[in-house]
């Protein structure tokens, strides 16, 4: 699925770390050197520590070519310890690494004091060696619109991602067989020999979902407690979950639209949510005509208002852009919001190059690129606003140099109660997905923010959510209901249109969904 991370905590970058000689050996398994912990932290998160640990670039030949995951942790601190808690934020393509330090610090300290929570850079990924980069300035400003009207914007949209494909071909064909959740998942399990643990915790959002359902797949007996939020559906890995992704971002950007009319003093758009979105669509064609700046033009101006189906906290600022550019033709606050919430990788060519790796080696992907533009063409016929954006991000698939794996079937009686959180109007991971994983791991229990359309429900600032995230936590407690929801949370409300001050601040969200970024 989507993903383009926005820019990550400067915390991210600060990595390093040794394999120390000391053989650390979980019940069963074979010895894994136990990694070395370094002080890394930053300002914001004083008590990370870094490390890395080395798996098998190929588990199957464990003792063949290794390759290095970078690791992050905030140890625990209370004498009751419930062992490691390995947090991701998803992807695929996401660094974990700072995710540690928040999840360590936005929990109750009672919560957190009894883990060690850690974070990790999957295979690829960020700070772990070899890191994937396969065409960097691929998203760079001055693309070609992404609605294909003519055979030649088609062509070029088909070259760029054939040209994508052959380049991570060229420069990683030795890696990319091993790119896959399947094998990330195994590198989890090898992180917990590393860790001398019996059994693991995993907390994991949106793409985080997945890798952590598999990992309970293949290792169900290693867990000891599992968090899931903002949740894949298993059953349409992958193509399939894009197509319907796309149906649900364009019912968000409609949920942008109506927030805006409701706020028409603020920005004089109209109050009817469909003219507003018909001024939004002439907007497009003006800057596919002629970019704002040189450089938002109409792709562009997708990827900027795409964070919005994500984070609703990132509104007011696209409304702002949005009526400066109506009312006054201005361009500066459409380039400021590119630049700041665009989701075009601020994890860089890394980000994307992992994402496509996984994606396209994990699941089948159709080879007839006139199947892609049916299906599209279909789609965008109701749901125009990603349509085409989504298929030109995940089309390299169509034309991947490494055969694809089969999806995995994530179905599990073998595990102790999950909590699944989930939000109803979720545009990257549709709320059928939690449903469907909720019927699926059986003993799960299914928490809902009902009306609410964020994606990264906890620990964002719901205190009925996060109540039931940290009872889990605490005591392995979950709630029971009778229907498909085990209990249910008020939405958290909509932002509130930006006060002078706060336009100039130019925030970029919360924390939280800034270590989230986007794309799953």
């Known amino acids: 699925m989507r993903r383009r991370a926005a820019a990550l905590c400067a915390a991210a970058a600060v990595l390093a770390g040794s394999l120390a000689a000391v053989p650390a050996r979980a019940a069963g398994t074979a010895a894994v050197p136990e990694p070395a912990w370094k002080k890394c932290g930053t300002r914001d ?93 691929h998203f760079a400003p001055g693309r070609p619109d992404s609605v294909p009207a003519t055979p030649e914007l088609e062509r070029a949209n088909v070259d760029r991602a054939q040209s994508f494909a052959a380049a991570c071909g060229r420069k990683y064909a030795d890696v990319l067989p091993y790119m896959d959740t399947v094998s990330a998942a195994r590198d989890l399990d090898t992180v917990r020999q590393a860790l001398g643990a019996p059994r693991i915790s995993y907390f994991g959002y949106s793409y985080g979902t997945y890798l952590g359902a598999v990992y309970a797949k ?24 894009n197509l319907g992704q796309d149906y649900a971002f364009d019912d968000r950007h409609r949920a942008l639209m109506a927030w805006i009319a409701r706020h028409d003093d603020d920005y004089r758009l ?12 002439a907007m497009r064609a003006a800057l596919a005509r002629k970019p704002a700046g040189g ?27 949005f009526a400066a550019y109506v009312h006054r033709g201005a361009t500066g606050a459409l380039v400021e919001a590119y630049e700041n ?14 994402y496509t790796a996984v994606q396209c080696r994990d699941a089948v992907w159709p080879r007839d690129w006139d199947r892609w533009r049916a299906d599209t063409w279909e789609v965008y016929a109701k749901a125009p606003l990603m349509a085409w954006n989504n298929t030109w991000y995940n089309a390299p698939c169509a034309f991947w140099p490494t055969a694809p794996l089969r999806r995995v079937n994530i179905a599990n009686g073998k595990l102790p109660p999950a909590l699944l959180l989930q939000a109803t109007d979720d545009a990257a991971t549709p709320y059928a997905g939690g449903v469907t994983v909720h019927r699926l791991l059986a003993r799960s229990s299914l928490v809902v923010e009902q009306g609410g359309g964020n994606h990264g429900v906890t620990l964002s600032g719901n205190t009925c959510l996060d109540g039931y995230l940290a009872a889990y936590l605490a005591d392995g407690g979950v709630p029971r209901g009778a229907g498909p929801a085990d209990a249910v949370c008020a939405r958290s409300p909509d932002p509130k249109p930006l006060t002078a001050k706060a336009a100039r601040a130019s925030s970029r969200g919360s924390t939280l969904h800034r270590l989230l970024g986007f794309r799953r």
């Open 45 to 137: 998160y004083p008590a990370l520590q870094c490390a890395s640990v080395q798996v098998p670039l190929d588990h199957a030949h464990p003792s063949g070519r290794r390759i290095t995951l970078a690791l992050s942790r905030v140890p625990h601190t209370a004498r009751s310890f419930e062992g490691p808690l390995l947090v991701n934020p998803g992807g695929p393509g996401g660094s974990g690494l700072t995710l540690a330090g928040f999840v360590a610090s936005a929990l109750p300290k009672s919560v957190a004091a009894r883990y060690d929570v850690i974070g990790f850079d999957p295979r690829g990924v960020g700070r772990s060696r070899p890191a994937l980069s396969c065409a960097p300035g």
């Open 218 to 241: 293949l290792y169900p007996e290693r867990i000891h407690r599992l968090v899931l939020d903002s949740i894949v559906d298993p059953t349409g890995v992958w193509y399939r979950d």
């Open 270 to 281: 109209g109050t009817d949510p469909g003219r507003i979105e018909a001024r939004w669509y």
């Open 295 to 321: 450089k938002v033009g109409a792709a562009e101006l997708e990827d900027t208002f795409m964070p919005g189906g994500y984070y609703n906290g990132y509104w007011p600022y696209l409304a702002e852009a």
């Open 341 to 354: 919430f665009a989701a075009v990788d601020g994890s860089g060519d890394n980000g994307y190059s992992v």
